[in-house]
């Protein structure tokens, strides 16, 4: 009997390493969860942000379109009155 009484010593040992094991995979696992929850989080952060900047970058480029076409129209009036003002000044 007393090597069965060894060889179920050995069985609860290797039973206990084997809890020992799993209660650190579940730790790590865990662990890893949180992590991608937290990446999770970071790349909808970013992706919200990159939304938010396409939107300015749209609302930029039309501005600067009709910014363009007003200049088309300004420009030729204004350089109208400088000579206009000039040729009264001159006169």
Do not use: C
């Not at 040992?13 to 929850?37: M, N, P, T, V, W």
């Not at 942000?49 to 609302?59: F, G, P, S």
Request: aromatic letters at 8%; zero cysteines.
């Amino acid at each position: 009997m007393d090597a069965d009484t060894q060889m179920l010593e050995e069985l609860r040992h290797i039973r206990e390493i084997q809890e020992k094991l799993l209660s650190g995979q579940q730790e790590a696992l865990k662990l890893q969860r949180e992590q991608f929850q937290i990446a999770r989080t970071q790349f909808d952060r970013a992706e919200k942000i990159n939304d938010r900047a396409e939107k300015i970058q749209d609302m930029s480029a039309k501005m600067v379109a009709s910014a363009r076409k007003a200049l088309i129209f300004i420009l030729p009036v204004l350089f109208f009155l400088l000579i206009y003002l000039s040729w009264i000044l001159f006169r």
